[in-house]
């Protein structure tokens, strides 16, 4: 896929230091508090012919969360990777997330190691 990463997280620091992570690896980051942001934010990217290749995605968020907007995803833009992140207290949720259609998970607190390892199966070498 690409190497344009989006970022949903509702927590504005742990969407920093995602994106800093990210940066550092050679991605170029776009960030959104929710789903339906993320959602815009994908058409908007589009439209800029500057395509998402991949979205670190939280489950639990407001306005609309992540196994929605996981669900919209594979309707709407098939192709976008997606990588799931829960706190270790929403862990139940994620084998849904893989059936639904994400193609990994991490737990929060994120494991540096795995991350960059994930991101790098999922979003360069498009882990199928």
């Known amino acids: 896929m690409g190497d344009r ?4 997280d509702d927590d504005s620091d742990v969407r920093a230091m995602l994106r800093d992570r990210l940066e ?4 170029e980051v776009v960030t959104a508090g929710n789903g339906r942001e993320g959602l815009g934010l994908i058409v908007k990217e589009a439209l800029q012919l500057r395509p998402i290749g991949g979205i670190l995605l939280d489950v639990s968020m407001p306005v609309l969360d992540g196994l929605a907007m996981l669900r919209e995803v594979r309707d709407r ?3 976008i990777p997606v990588i799931m992140m829960s706190s270790n207290e929403e862990t139940d949720l994620l084998p849904t997330a893989l059936q639904e259609g994400a193609r990994e998970f991490l737990t929060k607190p994120i494991d540096s190691a795995r991350f960059r390892e994930l991101c790098l199966k999922v979003f360069l070498n498009g882990a199928n």
Not at 5 to 8: A, G, Q, R, Y
Not at 24 to 27: L, Q, R
Request: hydrophobic share 65%; aromatic share 10%; net charge neutral.
């Open 24 to 27: 550092a690896m050679g991605f």
């Open 77 to 79: 833009h098939p192709g």
């Open 5 to 8: 990463i989006l970022v949903v």
